[in-house]
């Protein structure tokens, strides 16, 4: 019964950088890794980024490799995506989720718990 609340999305200019939070409550004791996907209008929802809580490891999707950077505060039982160089395709609503089971994490089938979204809209 974990709640996943996004935050800070907004508009930013191509070339800027954004920096996303996703605070998880309720039952997080049992939760393996948080993963960011978003959306765009008239698209599937993608997979962006994945962390572990206990080992911090991470994965990218390749269209944002190099520019985004997950990470995670167990403390705060927090994961953040760091948004820099953003471009157009960026576009997107973005989503926190949560899996309880281990998978590789890379698809909306590894999560069972996901936030509401927060809308990023880039500019060029």
């Known amino acids: 019964q974990v709640q996943l609340v996004e935050s800070g999305g907004g508009l930013v200019q191509a070339g800027g950088s954004l920096r996303l939070s996703c605070a998880a409550s309720?039952?997080?004791?049992?939760?393996?890794?948080m993963g960011w996907f978003r959306q765009a209008p008239g698209k599937e929802r993608e997979f962006v980024a994945r962390?572990?809580?206990?080992?911090?490891?991470?994965l990218y999707a390749d269209s944002v490799k190099g520019r985004f950077t997950i990470s995670r505060d167990n403390a705060k039982n927090t994961v953040y995506l760091q948004m820099n160089s953003v471009k157009p395709e960026d576009t997107a609503i973005y989503y926190c989720a949560a899996a309880r089971t281990s998978y590789w994490g890379d698809r909306v089938g590894d999560y069972g718990d996901w936030g509401h979204g927060t809308q990023v809209t880039v500019s060029s």
């Open positions: 309720g039952g997080t004791f049992s939760l393996h890794a």
């Open positions: 962390v572990t809580w206990t080992g911090g490891i991470t």
